[in-house]
């Protein structure tokens, strides 16, 4: 995608919880455009948030400190962001790990699951612990995914630009 596309991307807010099915659709849709998950650990985490880890530890692809990912700025302190390969095995684990979108919160799972594209940009933000979470799409890249998955029609709303 060149820059001119990537200038013409718009918000569009779930209006309600990814969760099942859909939440799984999502991730699988996913695969076509994503190349990276980011997961944040901000605290300590209970026994299934360190399974959480182990489980994705062979896909890690960095980790650095940061007050700041996709959707948050925090104030204070720093959380750890870890970025992993985003391929069916990723899927494979994110879809056994929960099957809700809002269900990445700690201290039971690592934070606010996000997915990228290859260029870094953001197509899929949550910030569970506010149950937000929204695409970053264009007009074309919207009319497919609702067409692959046209129960996201209902849910979607486009952000009006401030």
């Known amino acids: 995608m060149n820059q001119e596309e990537s200038q013409n991307r718009n918000y569009y807010t779930l209006l309600k919880e990814p969760s099942g099915k859909l939440y799984g659709d999502i991730l699988n849709y996913g695969l076509e ?9 901000n605290g300590k985490l209970k026994s299934q948030g360190e399974l959480a880890l182990r489980s994705l530890e062979s896909l890690l692809v ?5 007050f700041e990912w996709p959707g948050t700025n925090i104030q204070g302190g720093v ?6 390969n985003y391929n069916p ?6 879809r056994e790990l929960t099957d809700s979108l809002y269900q990445w919160q700690r201290p039971e799972l690592p934070q606010d699951l996000c997915l990228l594209r290859a260029d870094s940009n953001s197509w899929l933000v949550s910030i569970a612990h506010e149950k937000d979470a929204y695409f ?12 692959s998955l046209p129960e996201l029609q209902s849910i979607l709303s486009k952000d009006d630009p401030i």
């Open 33 to 41: 455009i994503c190349s990276t998950a980011l997961l944040v650990v």
């Open 62 to 66: 960095s980790s650095e400190e940061s």
């Open 79 to 84: 959380a750890t962001v870890l970025r992993y």
């Open 89 to 94: 095995q990723c899927v494979n684990v994110l």
């Open 136 to 147: 970053y799409l264009t007009e074309v890249e919207v009319s497919d995914l609702i067409n």
